[in-house]
């Protein structure tokens, strides 16, 4: 079992918070750390989608996928944060941002331009390699209250920008970056 964070950073105009959507279906592309051939692009992840595996002692998973030749399913499955491993801080590497994980993510613009842990997958026989941002990933909310749930696209290269009613000011996101680490 290797566990794999969804870390990111951004620079940030006039937001409070930036935060992931509850239940949130991520885009991942996945390969066979066995061959580097073989990957799956564009695979859709949530907590809320569970499938069995058979004759495996791990039950229910988010996602599985039997790579050519394999004998078993290749699993992984969205960390909740209650996880022991993750709340006694098993296999950590100092300095690669795990350290505070928990379940209550806490908000990327809170982390002042830190690496900020968004998602926390179980992994066994696959490894996520890619993020595919997808607008209704995450909510925003601004220095003077407003809350931006719609579509905010940080795939865009030019960044997201709003304009704030209530504040009277633009705000946005640029820069946006996004990394894996294995804990």
């Known amino acids: 079992m290797t566990i794999f964070l969804l ?3 951004a620079d940030f105009e006039g937001l409070s918070s930036l935060t992931p959507r509850p239940n949130n279906t991520w885009t991942l592309t996945i390969s066979n750390p066995q061959s580097s051939s073989e990957v799956r692009e564009m ?5 809320e989608d569970e499938v069995a595996v058979e004759n495996d002692k791990v039950g229910l998973v988010n996602f599985k996928v039997k790579w050519e030749g394999a004998k078993k399913d290749s699993t992984l499955r969205v960390c909740t944060g209650e996880e022991k491993e993750l709340k006694k801080g098993k296999g ?8 505070d994980w928990d379940s209550n993510v806490p908000s990327a613009v809170e982390e002042g331009g830190k690496w900020t842990t968004v998602l926390a997958v179980d992994c066994r026989g696959l490894e996520p390699t890619v993020y595919h941002p997808h607008p209704t ?3 925003a909310e601004s220095e003077w209250g407003s809350k931006f749930e719609e579509e905010i696209d940080l795939a865009d290269e030019d960044g997201w ?23």
């Open 92 to 99: 950590k590497k100092k300095g690669q941002g795990g350290e």
């Open 161 to 183: 920008c709003e304009y704030c009613d209530k504040g009277g000011e633009p705000v946005g996101i640029q820069e946006f970056m996004w990394r894996w680490t294995a804990i």
């Open 7 to 9: 870390q990111i950073k």
């Open 43 to 47: 695979v859709t992840v949530s907590s």
């Open 137 to 139: 990933d995450f909510t």
